[in-house]
């Protein structure tokens, strides 16, 4: 078996996990000493966030130089170190690839806007007239450049200039950047918005009913894509024993085997966005700002479709919280009264299905969203959509706005790792990049480490079963009771082997019965976040967000 099928992943955001030089921004350094920590929990693999120079002007996800770390986070020799001492503690660097676009400060882009014989020029795309494409953050994704009269493609920031995938050029530059990371050891990729790689180079106008600055079906899934991926397998992913995770927004559950279908030889897995669009009005003029009440019976429905669509064809990733995503106990759940039962509810739910689970950095502890005025928060994406849907066109109100921000911002997951309850939450000495969140005296790795019954030891159980439980690794997943729309219930099932997973979704107390194939007195308690259990029969009454996993092996 692939060694990532049996792996959990932990995502560092590196410039909130541990500054260790006292400039108020996390490092690499950082991450080297906090390993022990890592390897406590019980993870196999660190993704990191970008951490090669640049600018910033997307945290990262705009690159100078491919193949030099970030000032601000230290030198290569601090990265070849972390590689290093994580794989003394059998923990495996999965690297972050940006290669839908750069920073329009790295060498390439410099010398493909000097002139259009520049033999660079044809890195990028550069168009006489601009169609009605949208920028993912906001505005036209067009911009003039005045010097030689055209416009280039950024389907991100105008300082995140899109890459011409069309000229192998290119592509054999990328090919050689991976190759010199994985030759220091790096044991795989995270590739960032992959599915945006191909371009249909005839640049169709959307509808013009889809609004000022459409994003849709063009932004996604070019019709080179795949001949592309194939490449980079060919090319440098067989040559290693190595994990991949593409970044597929816009991918479908039958389009999802196109990347990781094992024959195919391309990616092994990718992140999918449909469960967590599930509170966004499709098709709003107001993009992801626009939001709605979860239907638990959607995310289900959703959670199941993925499951069955790639059982023994492809392979999941299982995610609820990552650097673009908020803390799922605010979002979805109770993060007050319940925040410790909630967290392991939603962390119960994830693991015990089939695919890799990603767990983000301060979801093992329970961190919480930040109620921040806009002028604290640091996101390109949430100001440069306030700016644009509240300041100049009045779509919305600030309440509004602030409201959702509050909910989905991407600054939620980016505050700062609350280490313990010193000033700056023993995250750095001086005053950090972006505000503490301010429960973070309650909330802190010193305290969870304290209590035997805290999230983190919950996790770690959770990561152990794993390991050692193949039916979790293997075994199909069919739901139970699909209508009911408080409770979150499902059967792994191999052979005469049987896990069932019941949660209660929400802050009442719900009464469940499980229909007689199920024959409760067979089972035996795996794990639950409740000590104690309302169970006569195959009735179960359930405690606020309770959940509870039986066996019957």
Known sequence: MEWWKKSVVYQVYPRSFKDTNNDGMG???????????????????????????????????????????????????????????????????????????????????????????????????????????????????????????????????????????????????????????????????RLDVISSISKYTDFPDYDESMGEYPIGKYHANGPR?????????????????????????????????????????????????????????????????????????????????????????????????????????????????????????????????QGTPYIYQGEEIGMVNSDYKIEEYDDIEMLNAYKDLVVDRKLMDKETFMKAAHTIGRDNARTPMQWDSSEYAGFSSVEPWLKVNPRYKEINVEEALKDKNSIFYYYKNLIEFRHKDDVITNAGFELIDRDNESIFAYERKEGEKSIIVIANFYDKEEEFELEEKYKLKDYNEYISNYKEHNIEGNKIILKPFEVIVMKNY
Not at 165 to 186: H, L, Q, T
Not at 248 to 276: Q, W, Y
Not at 278 to 284: A, R, Y
Request: aromatic residues 14%.
């Open 225 to 353: 894509l795949h001949e592309y991926l194939h490449e980079m397998n060919k090319e440098v992913l067989s040559k290693y024993d190595c994990m991949t995770v593409g970044e597929a927004p816009g991918s479908t559950v039958e389009n999802a085997l196109l990347f990781c279908d094992k024959d195919r030889e391309e990616l092994d897995m990718i992140f999918t966005f449909d469960h967590m669009d599930l509170d966004k009005k499709e098709g709003s003029k107001l993009g992801k700002w626009d939001l709605k009440e979860l239907k638990l019976t959607d995310l289900k429905e959703c959670m199941e479709n993925w499951q069955h669509g790639l059982h023994e064809k492809g392979w999941n990733s299982l995610y609820f919280e990552n650097h673009d995503q908020a803390r799922v106990i605010s979002r979805w759940g109770n993060d007050k009264e319940y925040r410790v039962e909630c967290a392991k509810m939603f962390a119960t739910i994830l693991h015990f299905m």
């Open 27 to 189: 490092d690499i350094n950082g991450v080297t000493e906090k390993l022990d920590y890592l390897s406590e929990l019980g993870i196999d693999v660190i993704w990191l966030s970008p951490v090669y120079e640049s600018p910033q002007d997307d945290n990262g996800y705009d690159i100078s130089d491919y193949r030099k770390i970030w000032s601000s986070f230290g030198i290569n020799e601090d990265m070849y170190r972390l590689i290093d001492e994580a794989h003394k503690r059998n923990i495996k660097i999965v690297m972050d690839l940006v290669a839908n676009h750069t920073s329009d400060e790295h060498k390439w882009f410099e010398e493909s806007k000097k002139s259009k014989d520049n033999p660079y020029r044809d890195y990028y795309f550069w168009r006489d007239e601009k169609n009605n494409w949208g920028s993912y953050f906001s505005g036209t994704a067009w911009e003039y450049d005045e010097n030689t009269e055209q416009y280039y493609l950024h389907l991100f920031s105008k300082k995140q200039p899109d890459l011409n995938w069309e000229n192998p050029v290119v592509r054999n530059e990328i090919w050689d950047m991976m190759k010199f990371w994985m030759d220091k050891g790096v044991d795989g990729w």
